[in-house]
């Protein structure tokens, strides 16, 4: 299960753990969303719920000109379509 | 090959959803997949055509460029060119007045009962952005 967060809001995280359930989740991070993937907001990310991975998308992360923390994955769009074909279920928080 | 169907809720200006759904369309089209977009709410108005203002503008080029970059509707249009389905709940458009507003060519007028139904019953994966 994907999950997109398209603000800087970790509280909303609150319901990943609710709706994965036993699923394996992933966090995909859009928009102003990417602002928690710097080095002080992805602790936020980590311990909020156990993402098997985190990514944040490129072009939101290089307009913002944002250095991500070293366990989130910059993807692009291409890789995106990817990544949500594999997850099968997408929440948009 | 897999079909996405991206229900988006949001204009062209207010967030970057918009940009964000065409831009992974166009991006999933580019591998072979199918894409539908179901516009709802203020994303109905990426539907229409644009409307030009004939007199003087009273932005210079450089504003104008800054906001050529939020109109979306050519890059619409091309998705929908490519293969893309793009229909439109009616009853958000009668919302905002805008129900008989000419559509951008392949763009068709739709609702949540049939168009987005029809999406999400054929739909590999399907998502909300807005």
């Not at chain 2, 988006?8 to 200006?13: N, R």
């Not at chain 2, 460029?65 to 509707?73: H, K, N």
């Amino acid at each position: 299960m994907l999950f997109l967060l398209n603000r800087p809001d970790p509280a909303a995280l609150s319901l990943a753990a609710g709706l994965a359930g036993d699923d394996d989740a992933e966090l995909l991070l859009i928009s102003d969303g990417v602002y928690l993937a710097r080095e002080s907001g992805f602790q936020s990310l980590s311990s909020a719920h156990d993402f098997g991975e985190i990514y944040a998308e490129a072009k939101a992360v290089a307009d913002r000109g944002l250095e991500p923390a070293g366990g989130c994955s910059v993807v692009d769009v291409a890789e995106i379509v990817d990544i949500i074909l594999d997850n099968d279920k997408v929440v948009n928080l | 090959m897999a079909t996405i169907t991206i229900t988006l809720l949001s204009g062209a200006v207010e967030d970057e959803n918009a940009d964000f759904a065409l831009r992974l369309s166009q991006a999933a089209l580019a591998k072979g997949h199918k894409v539908n977009l179901f516009l709802i709410g203020n994303g109905c108005h990426l539907a229409n055509q644009e409307v030009p203002w004939e007199g003087e503008r009273g932005m210079n080029d450089a504003l104008t460029a800054f906001m050529d970059s939020f109109r979306l509707g050519g890059r619409l249009k091309e998705l929908v060119a490519q293969g893309a389905e793009a229909a439109t709940c009616h009853t958000t458009e009668y919302a905002r007045g805008t129900e008989g507003c000419p559509y951008l060519e392949g763009v068709v007028r739709g609702n949540v009962g049939t168009s987005l139904t029809r999406f999400l019953i054929n739909s590999d994966v399907a998502f909300t952005l807005g």
